[in-house]
């Protein structure tokens, strides 16, 4: 068993898992072996030795006064005969030799590799997607799912579920496709770890631009907030630390090639680029874009509930109200998302 035993533990460790993770599953094993051949009743130390590829298991003896249970306690003056050395307070170990028991143990490490192999598996695919939550990776579709429309993808040696609810509306995904998705988060309260992946997350945009635009790398130019609704538009603001550069120029890039790039990758879906502004008058009419506003009059409230409510009105042309609206409201929704501000929108007649 020996042999055969150390030199999975080599391959495994080559793997990524942890040898001293296995061996101390290992003991443990031994352990629980042993005692189930004695019924429970005996005090064993497992010794794995991987220099010398040695497994050896001592059955230990506590020297006591008075003996109370003789399956695991010695008198001091039977603990004398065996060595004169041992006194009142010591253990004395006894190296366990049987047949038997290697027949055991051969199939308890075999058992405890085989459930060391899965729960580190399972934790090294936990710490690999926690540090990808919040990010984008790149998976290829494996299937549509004809019935619920639910991709399955293959992100490296992994897999992950792109829900019909999580995919941009619209856009049509074929087998054998790469994509880039945003990972939301990685569930552990299932048997196996559940990747949860989305392309509808507002985060995939914004990861995209951070990828995209090297000033936003590098931290000249910040992206202040974003508003997202799939398939149709994204709203974001964005700011420079640098006078001398243009945010929304460094956003769009050379011939529009950066917003395009991105635009692309989510299906086409129209993306207005907004440069952000500590006065909230100056934010709002801009987030309004395309639409012209006259006057922003800002204001406070209270909700049903008690809280605070940011409020304002705004005037716009009465030529201009149904732009400043946009379709089924969607330009003044995406505006009130963008500025975190309840938004009134009036005609000037």
Do not use: W
């Amino acid at each position: 068993m020996n042999k055969e035993f150390f030199e999975a533990l080599d391959a495994l460790e080559k793997e990524g898992i942890s040898k001293t993770y296995l061996l101390e599953k290992v003991e443990a094993a031994l352990q629980t072996a042993f005692k189930k051949e004695n019924n429970g009743q005996s005090n064993v130390r497992v010794a794995i030795d991987h220099e010398k590829k040695t497994v050896r298991v001592f059955e230990q003896f506590a020297v006591v006064e008075e003996v109370t249970d003789p399956e695991c306690e010695l008198t001091v003056a039977q603990a004398k005969e065996i060595n004169k050395r041992l006194k009142l307070g010591d253990v004395y170990e006894k190296e366990v030799k049987t047949k038997n028991f290697n027949r055991i143990s051969a199939q308890a490490a075999k058992m405890v590799i085989i459930q060391g192999i899965r729960e580190a598996e399972r934790q090294m695919l936990v710490d690999e997607y926690e540090q990808k939550k919040n990010d984008i990776v790149s998976a290829r579709i494996v299937l549509i799912d004809k019935n619920t429309g639910n991709a399955i993808l293959e992100l490296g040696k992994q897999q992950a579920t792109l829900f019909k609810t999580e995919q941009i509306p619209g856009e049509i995904l074929r087998s054998g496709q790469f994509i880039k998705v945003y990972v939301v988060d990685i569930k552990t309260d299932t048997k196996e770890p559940v990747i949860v992946v989305s392309r509808k997350h507002p985060g995939l945009v914004k990861r995209l631009f951070e990828l995209e635009v090297p000033e936003i790398q590098d931290g000249t130019v910040i992206i202040h907030s974003i508003a997202r609704e799939a398939g149709s538009r994204t709203k974001i603001s964005v700011y420079s630390r640098n006078k001398d550069v243009d945010p929304i120029g460094s956003c769009i890039g050379v011939k529009g090639m950066r917003k395009t790039n991105i635009t692309n990758e989510i299906a086409g879906e129209k993306i207005d680029i907004i440069e952000y502004s500590e006065n909230v008058e100056a934010f709002v009419k801009a987030a309004l874009s395309p639409a012209e506003v006259i006057d922003v009059t800002l204001s406070t409230g209270v909700t049903e509930e008690g809280k605070l409510e940011r409020g304002c009105t705004v005037i716009v042309p009465q030529d201009q109200l149904s732009l400043a609206i946009g379709n089924k409201g969607q330009n003044a929704r995406l505006a009130a998302k963008l500025t975190g501000y309840k938004i009134d929108i009036k005609s000037q007649f």
